[in-house]
């Protein structure tokens, strides 16, 4: 799918508890992966509209809009502003594309291809873009959810799994049980001891390692057999805690879902 290289991209991947807008210049190159020139987070509901417009370099509708969601509430809160905000002294409004699985330059060979996450396959095809020649891809991305997907050595995106992130799993112990705190993860500098011996800190231990726990045996399970072993990719949030337990060799890419969205541009 082409577009104008000239016009500036803002590429946005809207999740269930954040939304992530990155800011393109230029086209992807063929070879390669751009990488975002500003980054904004905000939050998926209630986020301020004076910091996105103070973000910007101009007004919404001076660049396009490529967007990747798989919450639909916070899109149209979204869309919605920049079609309010954007339009130009002659009544231009600023270009929305709400991209689809078949937008992206990528193979996706599951049963329902429609029905899987934008992020998962946006971050499928920039890591199918970065990999080594003839070598598979693993894509960890923790965020509210923890997703592994698995890229193969020809390209194509396979599927994965899907498993609770830490911040949910903390929530859903404190709203589905009496007496469990909220334990929030956010200000781990290193891993948690396993051996808890508080309620804190054995549900700190508990997330923390569960989750690296799944993601070792899935990433295992996934490599059994193949030679070369597929290359490791992390994103999200949670992705640099991940990162320091786990023992194969890691590549962390933040901006890996934006870096992909931008890449449909150029397909």
Same mark, same amino acid.
């Given at each position: 799918?082409?577009?104008?290289?000239?016009?500036?991209?803002?590429?946005?991947?809207?999740?269930?508890?954040?939304?992530?807008?990155?800011?393109?210049?230029?086209?992807?190159?063929?070879?390669?992966?751009?990488?975002?020139?500003?980054?904004?987070?905000?939050?998926?509901?209630?986020?301020?509209?004076?910091?996105?417009?103070?973000?910007?370099?101009?007004?919404?509708?001076?660049?396009?809009?490529?967007?990747?969601?798989?919450?639909?509430?916070?899109?149209?809160?979204?869309?919605?502003?920049?079609?309010?905000?954007?339009?130009?002294?002659?009544?231009?409004?600023?270009?929305?594309?709400?991209?689809?699985?078949?937008?992206?330059?990528? !193979?996706?060979?599951?049963?329902?291809?429609?029905?899987?996450?934008?992020?998962?396959?946006?971050?499928?095809?920039?890591?199918?873009?970065?990999?080594?020649?003839?070598?598979?891809?693993?894509?960890?991305?923790?965020?509210?959810?923890?997703?592994?997907?698995?890229?193969?050595?020809?390209?194509?995106?396979?599927?994965?799994?899907?498993?609770?992130?830490?911040?949910?799993?903390?929530?859903?112990?404190?709203?589905?049980?009496?007496?469990?705190?909220?334990?929030?993860?956010?200000?781990?500098?290193?891993?948690?001891?396993?051996?808890?011996?508080?309620?804190?800190?054995?549900?700190?231990?508990?997330?923390?390692?569960?989750?690296?726990?799944?993601?070792?045996?899935?990433? !295992?399970?996934?490599?059994?057999?193949?030679?070369?072993?597929?290359?490791?990719?992390?994103?999200?949030?949670?992705?640099?805690?991940?990162?320091?337990?786990?023992?194969?060799?890691?590549?962390?890419?933040?901006?890996?879902?934006?870096?992909?969205?931008?890449?449909?541009?150029?397909?």
């Amino acid at each position: 799918m082409s577009s104008d290289p000239v016009t500036p991209l803002i590429a946005v991947d809207v999740g269930n508890s954040r939304i992530k807008v990155g800011l393109f210049d230029r086209a992807v190159e063929a070879d390669g992966v751009v990488e975002p020139i500003r980054i904004l987070e905000l939050p998926a509901e209630g986020w301020d509209s004076a910091r996105l417009t103070a973000w910007l370099p101009a007004g919404p509708a001076w660049a396009e809009w490529w967007i990747a969601s798989v919450n639909r509430p916070a899109t149209a809160h979204l869309t919605d502003w920049i079609v309010r905000q954007g339009s130009t002294p002659s009544g231009h409004s600023a270009p929305i594309r709400l991209l689809n699985a078949t937008d992206l330059p990528l !193979e996706v060979r599951v049963e329902h291809p429609e029905r899987v996450g934008m992020d998962r396959l946006a971050a499928a095809t920039a890591a199918a873009r970065l990999r080594a020649p003839r070598r598979g891809a693993l894509i960890v991305d923790s965020g509210s959810a923890i997703t592994v997907d698995y890229v193969s050595a020809d390209g194509a995106f396979l599927g994965g799994s899907i498993l609770p992130g830490m911040g949910l799993a903390a929530r859903a112990l404190h709203e589905f049980t009496d007496l469990l705190p909220l334990v929030p993860l956010g200000e781990l500098s290193e891993p948690p001891a396993a051996l808890g011996t508080s309620t804190v800190t054995a549900i700190r231990s508990g997330l923390y390692w569960g989750a690296v726990g799944a993601v070792r045996e899935l990433a !295992e399970r996934l490599s059994a057999g193949l030679t070369p072993p597929p290359e490791l990719f992390l994103t999200g949030g949670a992705g640099p805690h991940l990162a320091r337990a786990l023992s194969n060799p890691v590549r962390i890419e933040p901006h890996l879902v934006l870096s992909g969205i931008a890449m449909a541009r150029r397909g």
